[in-house]
């Protein structure tokens, strides 16, 4: 069986803007988990079409290692996303009037259970909690731009999952594939659920998208063992380039208009494709929305 795969993981909080003028004539996008692997290569694909960038790491060395390289299109803010805290204060600290595109993609997956700073299991909060929270707070941002975007990076994992809704932890028993599975669904239970919230002409666009399986660590360099090995040589031999794994997100984010798909689409190869039967559930994904904020609820206000 083959898993799809998120990114990167965020750390710390500090903004860093070159100058003391910020542009807004020109399109605003934020990628989190930017400074390595698919983040990277759609944080370099939105510069190279005239985007400012907002790019969210966890690595301050990598974060200035993009800055020097685009002095004049990006911005750096260092966050961790196992820290609510951190997402929170990274949405206060948004230096633009605007967000035209936002980018979910950092993420993770782990060998073993852990926990973020606030007790919940960790590939949940970086996967899901995180997301959410940052989508929340960046509302009036988004919609203050005329065509705003959201774009979550899931997975094909998404297909084996199921949301436990006595366990969304995984305190009663953990499994890498289990929990990363669920995070995946929940992304695209969460991405169908806000297009019935927005759902105006004017309103922000959502979507997610499958990268393919791509070459990077995202479930080997977390995990020990044989599933780390397995992982590895499942990307190694079937694993498409960072460049390809980018591509719907550049695309999605780029596009005008007028071309834009349905709100709530699930992607893969530029292509809508249909996600699971339980992605599809309205009320289930309602629930999940409901329970969420409720978890969130000391952040969100």
Request: a positive charge.
């Amino acid at each position: 069986m083959v898993w799809g795969y998120p990114i990167i993981k965020a750390k710390t909080s500090t903004f860093e803007i070159k100058s003391d003028k910020v542009a807004e004539s020109r399109q605003i996008a934020l990628v989190t988990g930017a400074t390595a692997g698919i983040g990277r290569e759609i944080t370099l694909g939105l510069i190279n079409k005239g985007f400012q960038v907002l790019a969210v790491g966890r690595r301050s060395e990598a974060l200035e290692e993009l800055k020097n390289a685009f002095p004049e299109q990006l911005h750096t803010f260092q966050a961790d996303f196992s820290d609510l805290n951190q997402v929170k204060r990274l949405a206060l600290e948004f230096p633009f009037e605007k967000l035209d595109v936002l980018v979910h993609n950092a993420g993770g997956a782990n060998g073993s259970r852990k926990l973020g700073v606030q007790g919940q299991e960790l590939t949940w909060v970086v996967n899901y909690l995180s997301p959410y929270l940052l989508t929340q707070l960046l509302e009036s941002k988004l919609i203050k731009s005329p065509s705003a975007r959201i774009i979550h990076l899931a997975s094909t994992a998404h297909y084996h999952g199921r949301i436990d809704w006595n366990d969304l932890h995984g305190a009663k028993g953990y499994f890498i594939l289990r929990a990363y599975a669920q995070s995946k669904l929940a992304q695209i239970m969460h991405t169908r659920h806000l297009r019935t919230r927005w759902n105006r002409p004017e309103d922000p666009k959502i979507y997610a998208v499958h990268p393919g399986v791509v070459k990077t660590e995202i479930g080997s360099k977390n995990s020990a063992g044989w599933i780390g090995a397995i992982w590895h040589l499942i990307t190694y031999l079937k694993g498409v380039s960072v460049q390809r794994g980018a591509d719907n997100s550049v695309w999605l984010a780029t596009i005008m208009p007028n071309d834009l798909p349905a709100s709530g689409s699930y992607f893969h190869k530029r292509r809508v494709t249909q996600p699971s039967a339980q992605a599809k559930n309205a009320v289930d994904a309602e629930r999940l929305f409901n329970e969420t904020a409720h978890e969130l609820a000391e952040f969100l206000n």
